[in-house]
């Protein structure tokens, strides 16, 4: 039986990681910082410092932690776990979840070899961490994009109109809602890292579906499901983004399987 350890567990990625895992008859260690409520009790449940005092070498390293919420520090705090994690787990295969934030404010129709373009705090920690990561025998570093689905707890676009149409009756969109984003349902987020794992190559891949979809189909989809209106005010000053993922479709024989109008379906219904 393979031994897979994920870190930052609890998350909205984090658990589905170690759900698949032992659905697939993978060992699973799991690792949580304050909370282990989402976890899957079927997995071992251990604290950074818990693992890093044990002497076991997994097949691999899952590595999702942190988020745009996170201070600087604590975003050096995470980046620092991962070197230490680096040198213990140095025969282990990593598997970085990284984010297409790293690739910044780009105009251009995004590829996994894309420069990046001013990227933000969060991003460069992001790029750090990859930077500690490409120094290990053997790694994956999946660039995710906006990934949503149930269970999806924080305040970013789709929840926070979800919540807006089920408590007001409506959702409220800057300009025409013209911006467009590329979003990756948690089950086709969740097989991309396994498969990015199970390839033995050390590469980058773009964990993204490569279809934008506009602010205002978005929340038609959502109006499908909920009663509510869809106004529009202001100046939309959101940046659109736009990727190409071929390259990693071709190399881990992977594609998104749900259509962004299933995993609305499956968030509402």
Same mark, same amino acid.
């Given at each position: 039986?393979? *031994? ?10 984090? &658990?589905? %990681? ?31 410092? @818990? ?23 604590? *975003?050096?705090? #995470? ?10 787990? $140095? ?11 790293? $690739? ?11 420069? $990046?373009?001013?990227?933000? %705090? ?18 994956? #570093? ?24 089920? &408590? ?16 990756? $349902? ?42 509510? &209106?869809? @106004?529009?005010?202001? !100046?939309? !000053? ?29 968030? %509402?219904?």
């Amino acid at each position: 039986m393979k *031994l897979a350890v994920v870190v930052g567990a609890n998350g909205f990625l984090g &658990s589905e %990681l170690v759900n698949k895992l032992i659905s697939c008859d993978f060992e699973v260690v799991a690792i949580y910082n304050s909370k282990y409520d989402r976890i899957n009790n079927k997995a071992r449940i251990l604290t950074s410092s @818990e693992l890093l005092d044990l002497d076991i070498c997994p097949d691999f390293v899952f590595y999702s932690s942190g988020n745009y919420t996170n201070s600087h520090y604590e *975003l050096l705090e #995470i980046n620092n776990i991962l070197y230490k994690y680096s040198v213990k787990f $140095y025969r282990s295969k990593m598997i970085y979840i990284s984010s297409t934030n790293v $690739y910044g404010n780009s105009s251009d129709i995004i590829t996994e070899c894309s420069p $990046y373009y001013n990227p933000s %705090l969060y991003a460069l920690s992001k790029l750090a961490g990859e930077f500690v990561v490409r120094a290990m025998k053997r790694f994956s #570093i999946v660039r995710l994009t906006y990934i949503y689905g149930p269970g999806i707890s924080n305040n970013s676009f789709i929840p926070h109109i979800i919540a807006s149409a089920k &408590s007001n009756n409506k959702i409220i969109l800057f300009g025409k809602g013209e911006r467009e984003q590329d979003y990756i $349902y948690i089950d086709d987020a969740v097989n991309i890292c396994l498969a990015s794992a199970l390839n033995n190559e050390n590469r980058i891949y773009l964990g993204a579906t490569g279809i934008s979809i506009s602010n205002k189909k978005v929340s038609f989809e959502i109006k499908k499901w909920i009663e509510c &209106s869809i @106004e529009f005010e202001g !100046t939309e !000053t959101g940046q659109s983004y736009y990727f190409n993922p071929r390259n990693t479709f071709d190399e881990l024989g992977w594609k998104p399987l749900t259509s962004f109008s299933d995993g609305i379906k499956k968030m %509402l219904v």
